[in-house]
């Protein structure tokens, strides 16, 4: 859950996710719609899938237990180095370090070494002697992954503070590194239809192939090309919406009818016991001004 989401907003879901599923069996007799709903508004729905298949797998062929090697623990879904690392240290006491973005900043300005110019692997190798000293190493994990995100901030790193100030060359030099990455962030236009009928329901359908909600329930979804639009649709509004690194333009149209294709559900705008995506119910909100 805590990947790319901060801790205050998965509170909540934490408290309400492990108190309906109180242990690793109980995930695993779930199914993709039931944790779809209690995940509903976190974003980044693969995460739900990936657990839910994750537990599925374990209960079923590793006895409910982690297995305790990188290889066999990256075999499992939505696991890759980062959590892999992550996890065997923490939950096996090993020595790993997760690299994540926090973990190659710290790195990167006590050697005053741009990240893409570290071997990050080969530098953890070489000195596992001092690293992994102490064998407190799930502590170790968990810390440097705060002390990137505490002290060696992103911006206005706590320097004085720091107890690594005195073998930090960042902190000494008078040339230091840029150490802010940029994020990567595409616009893209897209074109919604929205089917919607007089009892304030709206037409979804699982059928589609937009890479960032791919078999979630959408209305017609299309990236924005040249030709109008079929006349039959009205224009509705333009609105932004932003999902991890894209920034989406929309364009919004809307079709008053009874009739929609087979692949097609009527949905209410209001609530609704299936999973509904956060990005389907700002449409919602949008296409309600109508009512
Ligand atoms: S001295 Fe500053 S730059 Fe160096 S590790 Fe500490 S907080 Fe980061």
Do not use: H
Not at 57 to 78: A, C
Not at 126 to 137: D, E, I, Q, V
Not at 146 to 164: D, Q, R, S, T
């Amino acid at each position: 859950m805590l990947q790319q989401t901060q801790v205050k907003t998965v509170i909540p879901y934490f408290n309400k996710f492990t108190k309906k599923f109180k242990t690793l069996n109980d995930l695993s007799k779930s199914n993709d719609s039931e944790i779809l709903k209690l995940w509903e508004g976190l974003g980044y729905y693969k995460r739900a899938k990936n657990l839910l298949a994750c537990s599925k797998i374990l209960v079923n062929k590793y006895f409910s237990k982690l297995p305790d090697s990188l290889e066999e623990i990256k075999k499992l879904p939505g696991i890759g180095d980062y959590t892999g690392n992550a996890l065997l240290g923490l939950i096996y006491n090993k020595p790993t370090i997760a690299i994540d973005g926090n973990v190659k900043r710290v790195f990167s300005r006590i050697l005053n070494k741009e990240e893409k110019k570290i071997d990050f692997n080969k530098f953890i190798k070489k000195n596992k002697k001092k690293l992994f000293s102490t064998n407190r190493n799930a502590d170790f994990v968990e810390a440097l992954m705060e002390f990137g995100a505490l002290v060696c901030k992103p911006k206005n790193p706590n320097c004085f503070a720091c107890c690594l100030n005195k073998s930090c060359k960042y902190f000494k030099s008078n040339n230091k590194i840029e150490s802010i990455r940029e994020r990567m962030i595409k616009n893209k236009n897209f074109d919604i239809f929205c089917y919607i009928n007089k009892k304030k329901q709206i037409a979804l359908t699982k059928d589609n192939e937009i890479s960032f909600l791919k078999n979630f329930n959408l209305p017609i979804i299309r990236e924005t090309n040249k030709t109008f639009p079929n006349q039959s649709w009205k224009f509705l509004k333009n609105y932004k919406n932003s999902i991890s690194n894209l920034k989406l333009n929309i364009n919004l149209y809307y079709k008053f009818t009874d009739k929609i294709p087979p692949s097609y559900r009527w949905y209410s705008l209001g609530r609704n016991k299936e999973f509904i995506p956060s990005f389907t119910k700002k449409i919602f909100k949008q296409v309600s001004t109508l009512f």
